[in-house]
Structures are given as structure tokens and as C-alpha cells.
């Protein structure tokens, strides 16, 4: 079977997607967000997904998770992640923007970001679903409720999933000029650890050295080298077990993010310039997180399924639709091959790559 051939049909699709993008789902409507994911689930366990709903909290909607495992329920496999939520508040379809189609566009709201990615990737899975073929990997859908405002409430799903997968492939929209998103910045992320001198709090306070204090002491300082060409944030910090003890060791996480990739070079200099100390003192240790080189890695994939990145979105996701088939992961938003940290990053980078727009094209 030629990949490039799926009998996908325009008009079909399309008539698949209206109901998802008149469902409105503006990301603090819950009930509305939880009606879309359950028309989205119904739809995915029609096709013989196997479909979990997973309650929210924060007064945001649920998710759902839905696998089609194509017999590959053992081994970690492609994780495709999508946000029903969108910006646009109930009524909008009333007032201004219905589902509408003028030549080869089509208009919608959500429809661009990101109900029409999502539910091309979805009729991937289920045109092979249907044709009995079977993809190297297993395919599981995790669809979110609150990516507009920064996934407050699902980062936690969303990480330990991306975790348990070989990719993450975000079908967010494409760019006006037919690019794909694989980051909106220049990003740089860092591990940092400290390393204290562990002593008992109450008897033997003096002897200690807290790997708290260490961390603590780092946050402003790496803060404080932030300026307008880049900036550096610490995010995560996980550090002692007792209370009753100096704590031996504390580890973080920071980001570094610009808008020119020579001033996030110089910044990842500055940043492993802080690593220091010794045993007596303790040591600061910063390492370079991963960094995946999406852009050419999706070029270079792209241009295998012959398919520029400047072409339009929508044939960036017909052919991608069209790629799991070959055994290897296409960008439609991003991927990245590799282990589950660098898996992580991607689903960041790439998940908040969209400006807002409220169609589609049809070629
Ligand atoms: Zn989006």
C-alpha cells in the first residue's frame, strides 16, 4: 500500500469536523469544553479506540485519552496531543464567525486552533483503522481542556504521558506562509542540582550545608541575568526529605528563552558559568536540558513525504495523516524522536506555537 494514496476525502472530513467546531468550547466554559471531549470521545471509541475520560479540576474541563493500539500494547508508541478549548466564547458562532465556506476556505471558531489538527490526526488513525493496516506503533490520543490559558491544570497529565510515549506529534495549526510550528522561541532549558552537606537540624546544625539554602541563593542571581534580548527563569524545585535534617541535595529546573538564537547561546554560556563549589561548600551544578533541533529534523521529514514546509498547513496534515504508515513520525506540529525528556520538550515548545485565526484552507 503506497501511503501517499489513503483514499482521504476532502468533503468527508469536512463534514466530520463541522460538528466539532460548532460545539463551542471556550477553555473556562467546563461544561461546554467536557461536551466537546465527549463528542471527540464517542467518535474515537466508535472507531474502536480504547477511551478513558479523565476528570479535571481547577474548574477546568476533563481530558480524554484514547488508544488505538494496533496490537502494540506493550511498547511505548505515538502520543498525539491536542486542546479542545479554544479562545472563543459561547455565542461567536451566532455572532459573526458560523461555519462557514467561501471557495477553499473554511471558517469556524477553533477551527484553526486546533479542532481541525486534531481531527485530521484523529482520521489518520482511523483510515488505517479501517483499511486493516497497522502502523509500527501504538497510537494514543490525549485531548486537554485548558492549553489557552497554559494548561494549568493538565501540565501534570500531559508530561507523564508524553513520558510514557517514543513521540509527541502536536497537529497545532501551521503558519500563515504554510510553515509548521516547532517552537515559537529560542529556548534553552537546565537541570540544576545542589549538593549541601547532610547534618542532623537540631543537634549538629553548624556541621550541615543545606542543598536548599545552595538552590536558593542560585534563584536570583539566575534570575537577575535576565534582560530584555533573554530571559531565565527557575520553574521547578524538588529538594529535602526531612525536616529534621540539613538536606544533602535539591534539584530544579530553569528555562532561558530569546528571540535570537545567538543571544540563547550566550545565555546557556552564563548559565553553565554558575556551576561551582566544592565538598566543603557544597556544590551548584547546572546541565543543559535537551534541546531538539525540530525544524530541520520536521524539514528533513517533510521533504521524505515530499512535502515543503511552505506549503499550506492543511497539506502539511493531509501528508501527515498519510506518514504513519511509513514507520516514522512527521511533523504536523512537531516530533521529535528520542527519550521521554526530549519527548517532554517538545509537547512545550510545540504546543504553544499558534497565533489566532479562524480558518482553514482546503487545498
Ligand atoms: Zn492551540
Redesign the pocket.
Known amino acids: 500500500m503506497d501511503i501517499t494514496q489513503l483514499p482521504f476525502d476532502a468533503e468527508t472530513m469536512l463534514a466530520g469536523l463541522k460538528p466539532w467546531v460548532e460545539i463551542e468550547s471556550p477553555t473556562f466554559e467546563a461544561a461546554r469544553v467536557n461536551a466537546m471531549l465527549e463528542h471527540a470521545a464517542r467518535e474515537c471509541a466508535v472507531s474502536g479506540a480504547t477511551v478513558e475520560r479523565i476528570a479535571g479540576r481547577m474548574g477546568f474541563g476533563d481530558c480524554v485519552r484514547a488508544t488505538f493500539a494496533f496490537g502494540h500494547e506493550a511498547k511505548p508508541g505515538i502520543l498525539i496531543m491536542g ?1 479542545l478549548d479554544t479562545v472563543h466564547p459561547v455565542g461567536t458562532l451566532a455572532n459573526g464567525l458560523p461555519w462557514r465556506r467561501e471557495g477553499e476556505r473554511c471558517y469556524g471558531p477553533g477551527i484553526f ?2 479542532k481541525g489538527g486534531n481531527f485530521l490526526a484523529l482520521e489518520a488513525a482511523r483510515m488505517l483503522q479501517r483499511l486493516g493496516l497497522a502502523p509500527a506503533f501504538s497510537m494514543t490520543f490525549l485531548f486537554t481542556s485548558d ?1 489557552e490559558v497554559g494548561s494549568p491544570s493538565t501540565r501534570d497529565l500531559i508530561e507523564a504521558e508524553a513520558a510514557r510515549h517514543k513521540y509527541v506529534l502536536v497537529p ?1 495549526p501551521g503558519r500563515a506562509d504554510g510553515g509548521v510550528v516547532t517552537g515559537r522561541y529560542a529556548i534553552a532549558r537546565f537541570n540544576l542540582k545542589s549538593i549541601g552537606r547532610p547534618s542532623h537540624a537540631g543537634s549538629r546544625l553548624k556541621e550541615g550545608r543545606s542543598a536548599i539554602r545552595i538552590m536558593a541563593e542560585m534563584i536570583p542571581q539566575i534570575e537577575g541575568m535576565t534582560t530584555d534580548a533573554c530571559t531565565f527563569s527557575v520553574g521547578v524545585i524538588h529538594g529535602g526529605q526531612w525536616v529534621n535534617c540539613v538536606s544533602s541535595a535539591c534539584e530544579g529546573e530553569a528555562l532561558s528563552m530569546a528571540k535570537r538564537q545567538a543571544d540563547l547561546d550566550s545565555g546557556v554560556e552564563k548559565m553553565a558559568a554558575l556551576t561551582k563549589g566544592d565538598d566543603q561548600s557544597g556544590r551548584f551544578i547546572v546541565t543543559h536540558g535537551v534541546t531538539a533541533r525540530h525544524r530541520s529534523q520536521a524539514r528533513k521529514l517533510g521533504r521524505r513525504l515530499g512535502c515543503e514546509l511552505h506549503r499550506r498547513a492543511r497539506d502539511c496534515f493531509a501528508r501527515w495523516a498519510r506518514c504513519v504508515r511509513l514507520r516514522r513520525a512527521h511533523p504536523a506540529g512537531a516530533h521529535h524522536r528520542g527519550q521521554p525528556g526530549a519527548a517532554r520538550e517538545v509537547v512545550y515548545r510545540a504546543f504553544d506555537g ?1 497565533e489566532v485565526r479562524d480558518w482553514i484552507s482546503l487545498r
Open positions: 486542546h486552533d486546533m492549553e497545532e499558534a
